[in-house]
Every structure is written in structure tokens, then in C-alpha cells.
């Protein structure tokens, strides 16, 4: 599975609250990618300007990877105490940055923005 395809599904994520509807496939990215069934911890940081916009971390492995990776993009997009909720015209210039944690260390992709600035 490609880093693609988890930032794809951080950023589907963030767009289902921005469009107000549930777009992500569960059953077809779990039929795909049985690796999004594994309990894997995940932190996403959403940068504006290259300033952190928002944060989300689990500590524990306790979620799939696929849930983790939506819940926590909502939270750092939406429910990060240190940040109002984060605004389409924002989301078009946010970068993603997910880190996952596993047996074998720290892993971490980072997204482009949708539009640059």
C-alpha cells in the first residue's frame, strides 16, 4: 500500500465534514488494503504556512489504521482545542502530515496542498 493512499484517506476525511457526507468506502479500502484492519497508532499535524494548524495522536494503539487515520483527521481539523475549526479556504492550502507508529519505528508521509498558496 502506498503513502498515497493514506493521505487520501486523512484528506477524504477532513472533506466528508467540509461537504457535509460520509465518502469514504470502508468495506472497499479494508477489501483492498487488509493492512487498514491492524490496530496501528497514528498522529496527523495539519500545517498552514508551514505552521502547525491542527494535531491529532493516538498513544495507544487501540482503533484500525483506517479508523484511526479518519478519526484523528477530524479531530486535528476540527477539535484541536488550540485552533478554531479548520475552513475550506484553509483546508485548500493545508499540508498533511501523518506518522505512524509501529513495532519497527516512526513512519511519516507528508501531502502537497490541494492549492498553493
Known sequence: MSQSVLLTIARASIEEVLQAQNSIDRND???NYP???EPIAI???LFLDNKVRGSAKSETPQRSLLE???HN???AAFQDESFDPLVTSEYL???IKLTLFT???EL???SEAILKA
Open 35 to 37: 493492512i487498514l484492519r
Open 29 to 31: 479500502l479494508l477489501e
Open 73 to 75: 483527521s477530524k479531530i
Open 103 to 105: 513495532a519497527d519505528g
Open 93 to 95: 492550502h493545508t499540508t
Open 108 to 110: 511519516s508521509h507528508q
Open 43 to 45: 498522529q496527523i499535524t
Open 68 to 70: 484511526d487515520i479518519i
